[in-house]
């Protein structure tokens, strides 16, 4: 039983250019957050979707930053126009229902996004 | 606005001996609380919880205490082996009304060292 999978694991951008960020939920998860971690900071919560809904997405920035979830495939993190501060790690969570704190999520092993 | 926080940046401690994970939080909206243990280049992963009707939540060599007067939960674990060596992040829920979807709110995270 895979765990939560995400790729690329380390990912480098240049200035300017695009980022997908994958994240494939567990087998029968259907709720998937994103969170980011900046260098030396703990993890945010940017955005919480079910298949094919935004359910919340209150911590993705304005600008640049969408997310989706497909009714088949992977859940994409996307980034267009990418800048030095974006660099972060990048993880994501599933869930099998919504709001099951009870016994916490189930982290991915994140994406290293460099920005150059 | 850190709404969780963990103002022990690191800790070191003997082999053996009991560690303590300190954590303040601000909202009183949060009534589900969560210790995810992280190591490099990985995802946190969950470790203990505790419902804000209890005080006390114990697993094995881990036991998390909630203070909610003083907003203020720790985790202790004995005995401290080196393989606890891992940042520790605390977090926190307001599930109250179902209006959070569950999202989490991360402290900074404690870098525990444990020495054989």
Same mark, same amino acid.
């Given at each position: ?116 | ?68 007067? %003083? ?20 977090? %926190? ?24």
């Amino acid at each position: 039983n895979a765990g939560v999978m995400q790729n690329p694991r380390h990912l480098v951008r240049r200035r300017g250019q695009e980022a997908r960020l994958r994240c494939s939920p567990m087998k029968g998860h259907s709720h998937v957050y994103w969170y980011r971690q900046l260098p030396e900071e703990g993890l945010k919560f940017m955005v919480y979707l079910q298949k094919e809904n935004i359910i919340d997405e209150s911590g993705m920035p304005k600008e640049r930053f969408s997310a989706e979830f497909p009714k088949e495939g992977p859940s994409i993190l996307r980034i267009q126009q990418v800048v030095r501060g974006d660099s972060a790690a990048y993880f994501c969570a599933s869930s099998p229902r919504q709001g099951s704190t009870v016994y916490g999520y189930t982290f991915g092993s994140g994406t290293r996004l460099t920005v150059v | 606005d850190q709404q969780v926080k963990q103002n022990s940046p690191s800790l070191s401690v003997q082999e053996g001996r009991i560690s303590i994970l300190n954590c303040d939080y601000t909202n009183s909206m949060f009534d589900y609380f969560l210790w995810y243990k992280k190591y490099p280049a990985e995802g946190p992963t969950f470790l203990i919880s505790i419902s804000s009707i209890k005080d006390k939540n114990e697993d094995g060599r881990f036991t998390v205490f909630l203070n909610k007067s %003083a907003k203020h939960l720790s985790l202790h674990i004995v005995p401290s082996q080196p393989g606890d060596s891992a940042v520790y992040f605390c977090a %926190a829920s307001a599930n109250a009304g179902g209006t959070s979807y569950g999202k989490l709110t991360f402290g900074q995270g404690t870098i525990l060292t444990v020495h054989p």
